[in-house]
């Protein structure tokens, strides 16, 4: 099942914050970042495992709620760098295929 | 080092013929996957591999859509009687590893445009 995204479209001055969320419906076993610039590939930011740490770097960090089954992903002091869509995908099980959801839209304006 | 290379970048075909597409992994990659991604949409799973073999085909669309991965590198997808609505970005991805305790990034290469007329 796939996971659902939100909002699925945002607009920020740079500068401002952002929070993206990725629920599932299903136990998690990690939670996969990445985003896609337009006609680019999809580029990988980070991974949350069950159990596991909040995960960050520079200005973009993420947190998993494993009962939650959610996990948000924060961007701090957006850049114009920063616009893209992002793409949270969910494993359920060690090993198992990636499921990603439909996509944030999100536009950094200077 | 290289990154993931798909080839052909673009392919034009007319609706019936048959298509075959490349990926070509990082080398030392055990895992590899194709996704589709139609315009302004997300991204579909197809199928993945471990080594040679595919544990999970069921994002196959239709028996139209094959694929094949040969000495734990390059894999191919094969499209049979092409339909316009395969019309799509086909992105393949690789993984250094799968499964385990740990999960493992995926890198993307530049996907294949596919339109069919």
């Known amino acids: 099942q796939q996971p659902v995204q939100s909002p699925q479209a945002v607009i920020l001055r740079e500068g401002e914050d952002a929070v993206i969320n990725c629920s599932s419906s299903?136990?998690?076993?990690?939670v996969h970042w990445y985003r896609q610039k337009h006609g680019e590939a999809p580029v990988f930011l980070m991974i949350l495992l069950k159990g596991g740490e909040q995960k960050g770097h520079e200005k973009i960090s993420a947190s998993f709620n494993e009962k939650k089954q959610q996990s948000s992903l924060y961007l701090t002091a957006s850049q114009l760098s920063y616009s893209g869509t992002y793409f949270c995908?969910?494993?359920?099980?060690?090993?198992?295929?990636?499921?990603f959801g439909e996509g944030t839209q999100l536009t950094v304006n200077p | 080092g290289a990154g993931v290379s798909q080839s052909p970048s673009n392919k034009v075909t007319e609706k019936g013929k048959d298509v075959e597409l490349r990926c070509d992994p990082i080398?030392?990659?055990?895992?590899l996957y194709w996704y589709r991604q139609s315009l302004g949409q997300g991204l579909e799973f197809l199928i993945y591999f471990q080594g040679n073999s595919a544990p999970d085909k069921s994002g196959l669309p239709s028996d139209r859509f094959s694929a094949e991965r040969t000495g734990g590198s390059v894999s191919t997808l094969t499209i049979q009687r092409t339909q316009q609505e395969d019309s799509a970005v086909y992105l393949c991805a690789s993984s250094l590893s799968w499964g385990g305790r740990s999960s493992y990034e995926q890198y993307f290469g530049p996907g294949t445009r596919l339109t069919v007329t």
């Open positions: 080398s030392g990659h055990t895992a």
């Open positions: 299903k136990a998690l076993y990690s």
């Open positions: 995908g969910t494993e359920w099980t060690s090993g198992s295929r990636l499921t």
